[in-house]
Nanobody, 121 residues
Framework: QVQLVESGGGLVQTGTSLRLDCAAS????????MGWFRQAPGQERQFVAT????????NYADSVKGRFTISRDNAKNTVSLQMNTLKPGDTAVYFC??????????????WGQGTQVTVSS
């Protein structure tokens, strides 16, 4: 089992930045590829960014490319999402995920509980 706890969400204005953190506990964190997903009201959960177990490769949704950066620290069992130049369209509940990457797709084995990000215009 892996437990994931997100933090750092909140209400911010357009154009500002926010950093989300995800703390993992349980089975070996470094064994897992990690990702961030988000779900807006009335919409399906969608991929935002992923990072391989070693941190050597990252992948981003087109909508956040160039604005968001995913990173991980295997020594601290954390994965983070730095979000810059936020837009109202980024408003969603953000979920941390642990699993296995198959190319650009991720099989998610564990989800966090989510953290709300609201961007006001």
């Amino acid at each position: 089992q892996v437990q994931l706890v997100e933090s750092g969400g909140g209400l911010v204005q357009t154009g500002t930045s926010l950093r989300l953190d995800c703390a993992a506990s349980g089975r070996a964190f470094s064994n897992y590829d990690m990702g961030w997903f988000r779900q807006a009201p009335g919409q399906e959960r969608q991929f935002v960014a992923t990072i391989t177990w070693s941190g050597s490769d990252t992948n981003y949704a087109d909508s956040v490319k160039g604005r968001f950066t995913i990173s991980r620290d295997n020594a601290k069992n954390t994965v983070s999402l730095q979000m810059n130049t936020l837009k109202p369209g980024d408003t969603a509940v953000y979920f941390c995920a642990a699993g296995v990457l198959f190319g650009p797709k991720m099989r998610v084995d564990y989800w966090g509980q989510g953290t709300q990000v609201t961007v006001s215009s």
